[in-house]
């Protein structure tokens, strides 16, 4: 299996649903918690925090040839992401 196959697996069956999970994950928890009435701007904050994450190991696989070194960064990139998402 070469690289290329290996990063289109990990962003397909790895990254993209663990994301999708955290979101709904993320939602549930503000839908249980009121979040209209308990959270202010710092969680508006650490939501940009979090797509910004994500946004950036999206684009470097979208834009960049899938190499050693790209998938590393997306890797590192998706932990910085969960990292924050669960403070």
Not at 14 to 29: I, K, N, Q, T, V
Not at 39 to 45: D, H, K, L, P, R
Not at 64 to 72: D, E, N, S
């Amino acid at each position: 299996m070469n690289i290329r196959v290996a990063g289109e697996a990990l962003l397909l069956y790895g990254f993209y649903p663990a994301w999708m999970f955290a979101g709904l994950g993320d939602y549930l928890a503000h839908r249980r918690s009121a979040i209209e009435t308990t959270s202010g701007i710092n969680e508006s904050w650490l939501h940009i925090l979090e797509f910004l994450t994500m946004a950036a190991w999206l684009v470097l696989i979208v834009f960049f040839h899938m190499t050693l070194v790209v998938l590393l960064i997306s890797v590192v990139c998706d932990v910085c992401g969960c990292s924050v998402a669960c403070r």
